[in-house]
């Protein structure tokens, strides 16, 4: 009949098919497909509903980074991934603007960023409350493996500064600890395997040697930027209560020249 279009529903057709290829072809079509985004220098950020964020950014600039959080790990499809929030200051071709951008740092990147930094940046072409960090991972490549999010002002970290904010029971019991028990300093004389995320982030048996003399161990659930910058022969802020004893990660990403500022 004239002017009644005809609707034909093929998902039932499409899952037959799809059947018909084995599951180690498709899974193999898929893994190829991911890497040639990462590897094709001309990939473009996408826009991801699921968490709201338009990712136009093209315009080249460099960044200077005023401050980070560092975050618990975000559960993905594929398991859990490691963002930062980094506020920047972004000198567009219009003008210096300060942003902020929650994504993904590379490993290669988490024992040297800090504010002060210097990094490649792409900018929105528009919207100046937009830019992200252009990590060269392959060399000449634009390389990011999570949505991006551009928090509100309220939520940046403070300039100057690389805080540690955890959720709930982890954050209240950080700052109970700081406001009762003792400080001391205390070296890692070593650091036990990963035995998984808790609260988003790995958990270790550090056994701590105190400045005050004896040796403690403390399960502790290290932030990413502190697990690339800490070493045996490093010493760190900790609290005690006379019995437990464990670090202040964010007392510790702090410390002056930890990260050439």
Not at 77 to 92: E, F, K, N, P
Not at 136 to 154: C, I, K, L, S, Y
């Amino acid at each position: 009949m004239a002017g009644r279009g005809i609707s034909i529903d093929l998902t039932g057709p499409a899952r037959a098919v799809g059947r018909l290829v084995p599951q180690p072809v498709r899974a193999a079509v898929t893994r190829a497909g991911r890497i040639a985004e990462r590897l094709d220098p001309t990939f473009r950020t996408q826009e991801h509903p699921e968490d709201g964020a338009i990712h136009g950014c093209s315009v080249p600039c460099r960044a200077t980074v005023v401050g980070l959080a560092d975050l618990p790990g975000l559960r993905e499809h594929d398991g859990l991934l490691d963002r930062v929030l980094i506020r920047m200051a972004v000198d567009r071709p219009d003008g210096s603007v300060e942003v902020c951008v929650r994504q993904h740092v590379p490993g290669s990147f988490e024992a040297t960023i800090g504010p002060g930094t210097e990094l490649p940046a792409l900018a929105d072409p528009v919207d100046r409350s937009r830019a992200v960090v252009r990590w060269n991972v392959p060399p000449g490549g634009f390389w990011e493996r999570a949505q991006f999010a551009f928090p509100p002002p309220p939520e940046w970290p403070a300039a100057g500064r690389i805080e540690v904010r955890d959720r709930g029971r982890q954050a209240q019991q950080l700052a109970e600890r700081r406001a009762t028990w003792s400080s001391v300093w205390a070296r890692p004389g070593s650091i036990g395997k990963d035995r998984g995320r808790v609260a988003g982030r790995p958990e270790h048996d550090v056994d701590l040697e105190l400045a005050t003399g004896g040796v403690a161990r403390s399960r502790e659930r290290i932030p990413i930027l502190a697990r690339a910058r800490i070493s045996t022969a490093t010493w760190v802020p900790a609290l005690t209560d006379g019995r437990d004893v464990c670090v202040d990660w964010e007392a510790f990403l702090n410390l002056p020249g930890l990260t050439g500022r």
